[in-house]
């Protein structure tokens, strides 16, 4: 933890993020069910993701698209890997030491603070965390892994190549979250995050969207997070 054009599977098509200030969000009108099948996922795919503290080349390709409509985020993985290492478990168990899994970390007011950490292994097994606090001007490392996010569903499907990862967050259940100056995002709002994935397979690499540019280890830099916009 201190170290988340129309497509068809068979077609994806891929824009490497290096340092871009925006990573969208489109929106969609179409019914997504959460069951780790992307075969009918509209919106497009970023990536690969690339070692998060360096930018370098990954062992394995990682890849993920977010949506949104007036209720849901959604976001889509599709991973490679050759060797998944985890087991089904219980809710809120720290799979981010032990298990392959995917993460986002969305701050929507962007001011570092308050902000979610999300993690699903391979096996759908998920936590969701608060940040409530990481830098010392405002009190130091304090977490609350109690919080939940109401209305949460995680799926993630093994397939020959890897395995993919689904994720609906309800929009109401972040009005919940103190602090966090949550209103309903529209078309032109912009949340600071980023997106990455822990790989323990025959190497193990911690991965990001968008890297940063200091070249600080851990995932935990909310002054570099990346910008997402919501797009129509």
């Known amino acids: 933890m201190k170290i988340s054009t129309i497509l068809a599977v068979s077609s994806f098509m891929f824009s490497t993020v290096n340092y871009s200030q925006t990573i969208p969000i489109h929106k969609t009108s179409d019914k997504i069910t959460i ?51 985890g087991t089904p478990q219980k809710k809120d168990s720290q799979i981010f030491n032990t298990d392959d899994l995917v993460e986002l970390f969305i701050d929507p007011d962007g001011d570092g603070q308050n902000y979610l950490e999300i993690g699903v292994n391979a096996f759908s097994s998920n936590y969701d965390l608060l940040l409530k606090c990481i830098s010392p001007l405002c009190g130091g490392w304090n977490t609350a892994m109690n919080f939940d ?78 910008v997402f916009e919501f797009m129509e």
């Open 35 to 85: 069951d780790g099948d992307l075969s009918d996922w509209k919106t497009p795919f970023l990536g690969p993701f690339v070692i998060h503290d360096s930018g370098n080349k990954a062992s394995q390709d990682t890849f993920v698209s977010l949506s949104w409509n007036d209720q849901n985020l959604y976001i889509a993985y599709r991973s490679t890997d050759s060797k998944i290492v």
């Open 149 to 226: 996010i109401a209305g949460l569903e995680t799926v993630s499907k093994i397939t020959p190549e890897g395995f993919n990862t689904e994720i609906k967050i309800p929009f109401s259940s972040l009005k919940t979250i103190k602090n966090g100056n949550f209103t309903p995002p529209k078309a032109g709002t912009k949340w600071r995050g980023n997106a990455f994935r822990i790989d323990y397979g025959n190497t193990t690499e911690y991965l990001a969207l968008q890297y940063y540019k200091s070249l600080k280890y851990g995932f935990h830099q909310p002054e570099e997070f990346a």
